[in-house]
């Protein structure tokens, strides 16, 4: 298989004004219904003040109805979670499991992720988990990925209040933006969105799911 490159969309990228105010507080192996009663007993009456930016969806939105145009419907994909990604690359073909861990015959896979978080990994813990036991979470996706180098080359659109990524070197070229105009110009294989149930409050899930559904049905 020839390069292809994949456009990753993690819907928490519009909570830039709020989501550290909360952010500290999410727990991903909790189901999200219940996160959010804890959350919002923590965070009290800054509930009020979870608010999206609106630019940035606006922003968004313009993105995906350029590239889901061009993009094949079936290489379009919108799941809870974006751990979910391996899976999804598996499915495609694009990498391949065998009894040593994670393959790929694609000449350059090349990410390009609209993330309020880099996915890299945030700790030791959750490292070593993907080094030693391929054990990876929402977290940590890519560092499983870099692991058996799978990826040529990694861009993080980042919220100019996301935490930069201090971590390990990778094995693949790793680059960090802060505007969606960087991607105007890029063609896209696939498309993968997760609506991130963990990190956007439950007010706006059905504003997410419509506005997404749009782009897969």
């Not at 993330?115 to 940590?140: F, L, P, R």
Request: glycine fraction near 4%.
């Amino acid at each position: 298989m020839k390069g292809v490159n994949i456009l990753s969309i993690d819907m928490d990228y519009i909570m830039e004004p709020s989501i550290n105010k909360y952010n500290n507080y999410i727990k991903s192996d909790i189901k999200p219904s219940k996160l959010w009663k804890n959350v919002y007993k923590r965070i009290g009456k800054k509930r009020n003040k979870l608010r999206y930016n609106q630019d940035k969806l606006e922003e968004l939105v313009k993105l995906l109805n350029m590239k889901c145009e061009i993009t094949p419907i079936d290489n379009i994909v919108y799941v809870d979670d974006h751990d979910r990604i391996v899976d999804f690359m598996v499915d495609k073909g694009i990498i391949f499991k065998d009894g040593s861990g994670l393959k790929t015959e694609t000449e350059d896979i090349n990410i390009f992720n609209i993330d309020h978080h880099h996915d890299i990994y945030y700790s030791e813990n959750q490292a070593v988990n993907v080094d030693t036991e391929d054990n990876y979470s929402v977290g940590s996706w890519m560092w499983l990925l870099d692991k058996y180098s799978l990826i040529s080359n990694y861009t993080w659109i980042r919220n100019h209040n996301s935490s930069p990524y201090y971590g390990m070197p990778t094995n693949c070229n790793y680059y960090e933006v802060d505007t969606l105009s960087y991607l105007l110009n890029v063609n896209f294989d696939y498309i993968f969105i997760c609506k991130s149930p963990h990190w956007i409050p439950p007010e706006y899930h059905d504003l997410i799911d419509i506005i997404i559904y749009n782009y897969i049905y």
